[in-house]
């Protein structure tokens, strides 16, 4: 059947992507707890840097939450209002080749639940704040930047024993525009109602999967947006902004419009916009972004 005679299609697609210029997906609850989860010893650093742009720029945060599976005391002296909190997942077995990977997706989809607000914005470790995001959220929504991409591709080359039963019949997971992982806000309501299901679904689907890809968590986020009914809301480009893809290779200044700053390497640089916005840094390309981040537990032994 043609998409646009399904109706659950066409509800699906109007509930997807929805531009927050748009008064009726605007609420009352601001954001008041910004997440940082943070997987392994190697990302301590870029975490506390998180932590401190957001400590400076997004002010009226009531709290900073790095969530780990580090201990708190690894940490070392934290930013005005932040805390660590410590989480024990399990391993993957000894042959699987994305052990770490898969630990810190562990991590992350427990850790909006960790925050004590009403209004939860996780970020990737790996994102500054730049200003205050001005969010006001309300139930049944999930606020974030989009990317282009269908999330179903991940499933292209798996024989179809390995497919789970809910992807073949979803639609998000279809659609080219998906909800990128790194910047999502809602209100705590609607993360008691995510974080559970996405654990459940993420570890159903790369536990049938073999271990030929990073296990991406936005596949069964996806999916989980249709179980859940759950409107999505783009934020804009400047939520959650590209730093290597925008300006990686060159020296050039950060745009005063962007909220939050993704992937900006090395990290040295960002002293330097602390020190003043206004001046041009360099950061690197994608290309180095892309390798260093999914590497296999063997590639990183040897990185």
Same mark, same amino acid.
């Given at each position: 059947m043609l998409n646009f005679l399904n109706p659950r299609y066409r509800h699906i697609r109007a509930s997807h992507? *929805?531009?927050? $210029?748009?008064?009726?997906v605007q609420g009352t609850v601001p954001v008041t707890s910004v997440v940082i989860p943070c997987t392994g010893r190697d990302y301590i650093e870029e975490? *506390? *840097?998180s932590a401190d742009f957001a400590a400076r720029f997004a002010t009226e945060a009531e709290e900073i939450v790095i969530v780990s599976d580090q !201990?708190?005391?690894a940490f070392g002296s934290l930013p005005a209002k932040t805390r660590v909190t410590t989480l024990d997942v399990p391993q993957r077995e000894e042959h699987y080749r994305y052990k770490q990977i898969y630990r810190s997706r562990l991590i992350k989809l427990q850790a909006p639940l960790q925050a004590k607000g009403d209004g939860i914005l996780m970020i990737d470790s790996d994102l500054n704040l730049l200003k205050m995001p001005e969010i006001m959220m309300k139930p049944g929504h999930l606020y974030s930047s989009f990317r282009q991409g269908k999330m179903i591709a991940k499933l292209a080359d798996a024989p179809q024993e390995a497919i789970p $039963? +809910? +992807?073949p019949h979803s639609i998000r997971p279809y659609l080219v525009d998906h909800v990128n992982g790194a910047y999502l806000a809602a209100t705590r309501e609607v993360w008691q109602r995510i974080s559970p299901l996405w654990l459940t679904l993420f570890n159903d689907t790369?536990? *049938?999967?073999?271990?030929? /890809?990073? !296990?991406?968590? /936005?596949l069964p986020l996806a999916v989980l947006l249709d179980m859940l009914d759950i409107k999505t809301v783009n934020l804009g480009e400047w939520a959650n902004w590209p730093v290597s893809k925008k300006i990686g290779g060159q020296s050039a200044v950060i745009p005063a419009e962007v909220v939050g700053a993704h992937g900006g390497f090395p990290l040295s640089e960002w002293q330097k916009y602390l020190?003043?916005?206004q001046q041009p840094l360099h950061f690197k390309g994608q290309d180095y972004t892309r390798k260093v981040r999914y590497l296999t537990d063997e590639e990183k032994k040897q990185h």
């Open positions: 992507n *929805l531009p927050y $210029a748009r008064n009726d975490a *506390l *840097l !201990p708190a005391d $039963a +809910y +992807y790369w536990h *049938l999967m073999n271990d030929s /890809q990073p !296990p991406t968590d /936005q020190a003043d916005p």
